[in-house]
């Protein structure tokens, strides 16, 4: 079993930024994409960025492309989300997910099989 644990969030204003991070812990060689993905107030959870392992293979979702950036630590299993020139529409609870060996990275939500609880980011305009 692999457990997931986010950290980082809080409060900023437009244009600051933010670092959240992300450690998987159990059996973690059972790993090999990480992601994140965030759910704002009455919307779907959606992609956000995603990395493997070796953090070769890197997606980023439009809207955050340019601004956040992901990395990772393969032989830790953390995975990082630097954000900068935040927006008040960045602000969503954001969750760390894991997908198992075997698979390549990927967009898509129910294809992670393990999750975070979430941690909340809030941008004031």
């Known amino acids: 079993q692999v457990q997931v644990v986010e950290s980082g969030g809080g409060l900023v204003q437009a244009g600051g930024s933010l670092r959240l991070s992300c450690a998987a812990s159990?059996?973690?060689?059972?790993?090999?994409?990480m992601g994140w993905f965030r759910q704002g107030p009455g919307k779907e959870r959606e992609f956000v960025a995603t990395?493997?392992?070796?953090?070769?293979?890197?997606l980023y979702a439009d809207s955050v492309k340019g601004r956040f950036t992901i990395s990772r630590d393969g032989a830790k299993n953390t995975v990082d989300l630097q954000m900068n020139n935040l927006k008040p529409e960045d602000t969503a609870v954001y969750y760390c997910?894991?997908?198992?060996?075997?698979?390549?990275?990927?967009?898509?939500?129910?294809?992670?099989?393990?999750w975070g609880q979430g941690t909340q980011v809030t941008v004031s305009s």
């Open positions: 997910a894991a997908r198992r060996s075997g698979y390549s990275i990927t967009r898509v939500r129910t294809q992670y099989d393990y």
């Open positions: 990395i493997n392992r070796s953090g070769v293979s890197i």
């Open positions: 159990g059996s973690i060689g059972s790993i090999n994409a």
